[in-house]
């Protein structure tokens, strides 16, 4: 499941039990069309309290939307985990958009 709702600083975002690759795509094409009208700098907060671990297509699908709300004026993405495995994986992958000079 996913949620995608607008707030004070940006949007909120809520992924919950398994994410797979139709569904990230649904997220990506909702949250790029809403940050393209968006023109000031905005934050994300992304729950990921009761997501399962990242498929690798998935994880690659959520790299390419960080990337993607960074080059639209993000000036900042909070994440919210239980799981230590997908807090790995989210460290990983923030570690990667980090590493490729869009942060």
């Not at 996913?2 to 139709?22: C, D, K, W």
């Amino acid at each position: 499941m996913h949620q995608m709702e607008p707030a004070s600083f940006g949007y909120r975002i809520t992924l919950s039990g398994v994410i797979n690759a139709a569904d990230i795509e649904e997220i990506r094409i909702s949250l790029i069309d809403s940050l393209s009208a968006h023109y000031d700098a905005f934050s994300l907060l992304i729950d990921l309290r009761t997501m399962v671990p990242l498929g690798p297509e998935v994880a690659q699908a959520m790299e390419d939307i960080l990337k993607a709300s960074t080059r639209m004026s993000m000036k900042r993405a909070v994440t919210i985990v239980e799981s230590p495995v997908v807090k790995g994986q989210i460290a990983q992958i923030s570690s990667k958009v980090a590493s490729m000079g869009i942060d």
